[in-house]
């Protein structure tokens, strides 16, 4: 030992920054000696090593020329992270029943950690074995998912206060892509980054044309109008030739009503997409070199238009109309009205502000989520264009009712509930009826909130349950159908109503309804009840990737999945290892 605290500080400083120790090495190094305790200080090489090795995302908030006590920096992150999986952790066991989880992470933000490090502790959960812990990070994901969307909503709300010649739409666009899809990597500045390399492509198309344009001496960022309507032609043209030549941009008339056609990313990733988004595209890379397009609200079909004059008019004649989504196609008025089939009067033909543009990106999105199947993934989109849609238009009394049904439906945010709908009543007291229907439904789900009914708990020693041969956490495949799924729950009769016993042929199965039914998890990310005839154990198991496995399931074990213990709770009996072989009962029991 003496032999070592006789070495230099810089050299121990470098031996205690070895991969290999961690920050309990450290703490039980620095316990040794006083030599070491001190070589180990706080504001030292071997804690901000430790700190860095960490949280490695966390560096970019730290300045590099500032002084940090990184131990305490250490401690502080590290109880803080403790709180967090502590918190998640509990979460299982509230929201377990929960068909849609509401926003309840309240606790998360009381915790008075920075936005940005309780994200990364969630990360940290989500990183981790691909195959364990799979509730926690189920819980965790829906945390970071919330806490991304609020932070999200805060910058849209101080986007919307700025001045309209300040609100850009390609901003604008990429905050509604972050808040529908805040776990993707999606920012501003990726996104300019890939507009620029397609403005550098139309400048060297550019160029073969006219050496000489005004456009290519443009540097990144420069804010410039281009005088010469010839030049601004130059640009068009080119702008098309790369655009939709080149590059193979195009409307995506085939699975027109995907929500991904609205995001921006998504266009840019894909090359295809809808008027409005192929629009916000084309309309910024435009600006980009000098031509300044304005966004038409146009019925049904977004249009961008092109002022023919020196000064902007109020002739809808002065303008040519522009369809990215139709390959840059250029109209004269009322050729538009061909996109359409019908005739519009001349308000059509309008500029719209950013604000606006939003609402209608942000009002399609809404109409592909009203045209979902009701499942989780469309109630999702749902909430979150209401949620966006609201923010620039608050008083929209239309969608606040149907915000509040929407929660209603849902069973969740009844306090929230309340709340909209004392608004819409000061903002519309003729809704009284709506709401005052939904006023007294709400607080019955409140009072039944506070009194909860026990969950069914199901064993198979129970005589009715005899026929019940799979249980939960096996992987199944559908015999007819072929889909593979894994069993989250059984009935040991079809419990669903006549008309829906009808409607999928029931009768038709040589056992019927009177046969156990099984909930499962399908690859495809649906939820189905399957009769037992239709399964059997699937011969070479596989994970599922659903993205509610995590809900039922802790982990998957190479054959199955293992039941968290609040489903553990429903089925108590399904969790015992093998004790009967598959040629005595045709099963498999965990």
Known sequence: MSQLTDLPAELLEHILCFHVLNHVDICKVSCTCKRLHDVCHGRGKVWAHQHKLRWPRLQRFYQQNESYDWLKEFKTRHMVGQQIRRTVESISKRFFTEVVLGDSFAEIESLGAPEHFCADELLEILNSDKRKCLTLKYYAKKILYFLRQQNILRNLKVFLERPPELQSALEGAVLVDQYCNPLADVSLESTSAQIEEITDKVKKNLRVKNATHPSLRASQGDCFVLENLEFQRQVICALNAVLYDQLQYKGNERDYYNPLNS???????????????????????????????????????????????????????????????????????????????????????????????????????????????????????????????????????????????????????????????????????????????????????????????????????VPEHRDVLYSVGLIMKHKRSGYNCVIYGWDPKCTMSQEWINTMRVHQLSKGADQPFYNVLVQDGTCRYAAQENLEPHSAPLEIAHPEVGRYFTEFSDTHYIANEELQARYPEDMCKTHRTVEEKGCLLL
């Open 263 to 461: 995001y921006i990313h998504q266009v840019l990733l894909r090359r295809t997409g809808i008027p409005i988004s192929l629009s916000v595209l084309y309309m910024t890379l435009a600006r980009k070199l000098g031509v300044p397009l304005e966004p038409v609200n146009f019925p049904n079909h977004f249009l961008l238009r092109w002022c023919q004059n020196q000064r902007r008019s109020d002739d809808i004649y002065a303008y040519v109309y522009i369809d990215a989504f139709g390959k840059g196609k250029q109209l004269a008025a009322k050729e538009c009205e061909n996109l359409i089939r019908h005739q519009v009067g001349a308000d059509y033909y309008s500029a719209i502000s950013t604000s606006e543009l939003l609402l209608r990106m942000v009002g399609n999105l809404l109409n592909i989520g009203k045209r979902g199947e009701g499942n989780e993934k469309s109630y999702q989109l749902l909430r979150d264009s209401l949620d966006l849609y609201l923010i620039i238009n608050p008083d929209n009394v239309q969608y606040l009712l149907l915000q509040a049904r929407l929660y209603f439906h849902l069973g969740i945010w009844p306090e929230k509930v309340l709340d909209i709908l004392q608004h819409i009543q000061a903002l519309d007291p003729s809704q009284h009826g709506a709401v005052g229907y939904l006023v007294q439904h709400t607080l019955e789900h409140i009072q039944h909130k506070r009194h909860p009914v026990e969950p069914e708990v199901k064993k198979r020693s």
